[in-house]
């Protein structure tokens, strides 16, 4: 990817100050093929009634991506879309996340997306502690499976439920943290949700690619 299409792509963003990107280290990993614990861990989340979702959702939303991913991206919980196409962000706030991506010269495909939750909260509201602790389990098996290098939390409740905390997303941000259920470092950003309503803070979104990239490195 040239200048010009990286400052297209950070324009996209909303990033108004073009930076210059790290070099990327070892190409990712191309997309492969399934996996049969995902797979099993998958129909198993398919089939899940350890909370009320279950009531409410079209189906259930598991995660997508390379199962061989170096870097996994964790959300908070499935909107509208995710609910109905059965797909990790493929709203507008995945579409922005694709953007992201895109800016470090990456793909979705180089990297596995996932949430907290993987059933839709009625009316997209927050995830509950029940609800969190209900699909822990679920995530905690995913990224043994997953076995990225690295692990991004994408908002409040994504980094409080991997990292046990209940600091604020300002307070961590910008370090390098560990998830201590596999010993994975981890990066905590805001969510592209958030992004959407607060444009202002795209600029900071793309301190932390910086970081994540420079990290890889």
Known sequence: MDN?????????????????????????????????????????????????????RTQTVFGAGNPQARVMFVGEAPGRDEDEQGQPFVGRAGQLLTLMLAALNWKREDVYIANILKCRPPGNRNPTAGEMASCEPYLVRQIELIQPQLLVAMGRFAAQGLLASTASIASLRGQQHVYEKGKIPLVVTYHPAYLLRSPADKAKAWQDLLFINSLLG
Not at 17 to 32: D, F, K, M, N, S
Not at 35 to 51: I, M, T
């Open 4 to 56: 010009q299409q990286k400052q297209a792509i950070l324009g996209l963003m909303g990033v108004d100050v073009y930076q210059r990107r790290q070099t990327l280290p070892e190409q990712l990993p191309a997309q492969g093929a399934g996996s049969p614990g995902l797979d099993e861990l998958a129909a198993d989340v398919a089939g899940c009634r350890l909370c009320s979702l279950c009531e409410s």
